[in-house]
């Protein structure tokens, strides 16, 4: 069994930048694969970024060169780092480990572990 649980969310302006958390617990984190997705209200969920047991990264190109995800395998944790946000970019934000395989997947499907989800909402 594995828990993610994610915090830094909340309300920014425009511009402005966040930096979300995920903290992993139950399971040899550094093998896992951790993404974080993203859901708009009233629109499906859709994948932002993740990131392999050794560093490697693919971002979403709606946030390639504004968000940077990155992982501390002695704290058990991934980030998120979020700048120069817009207000496109308010959703509820999850965490996710994929457990199965060490190659990112942009399909939610494929990853086993949730978080509850983070708020972020950029105003305008």
């Known amino acids: 069994q594995v828990q993610l649980v994610e915090s830094g969310g909340g309300l920014v302006q425009a511009g402005g930048s966040l930096r979300l958390s995920c903290a992993a617990s139950?399971?040899?984190?550094?093998?896992?694969?951790m993404a974080w997705f993203r859901q708009a209200a009233g629109k499906e969920r859709e994948f932002v970024a993740a990131?392999?047991?050794?560093?490697?990264?693919y971002h979403a190109d709606s946030v390639k060169g504004r968000f940077t995800i990155s992982r501390d395998n002695a704290q058990n944790t991934v980030h998120l780092q979020m700048n120069s946000l817009k207000p496109e970019d308010t959703a509820v934000y999850y965490c996710?480990?994929?457990?199965?395989?060490?190659?990112?997947?942009?399909?939610?499907?494929?990853?086993?572990?949730w978080g509850q989800g983070t708020q972020v909402t950029v105003s305008s």
């Open positions: 139950g399971r040899t984190f550094s093998r896992f694969v």
């Open positions: 990131i392999t047991w050794s560093g490697a990264t």
């Open positions: 996710a480990a994929d457990l199965n395989t060490h190659s990112i997947y942009t399909g939610g499907a494929q990853y086993d572990y």
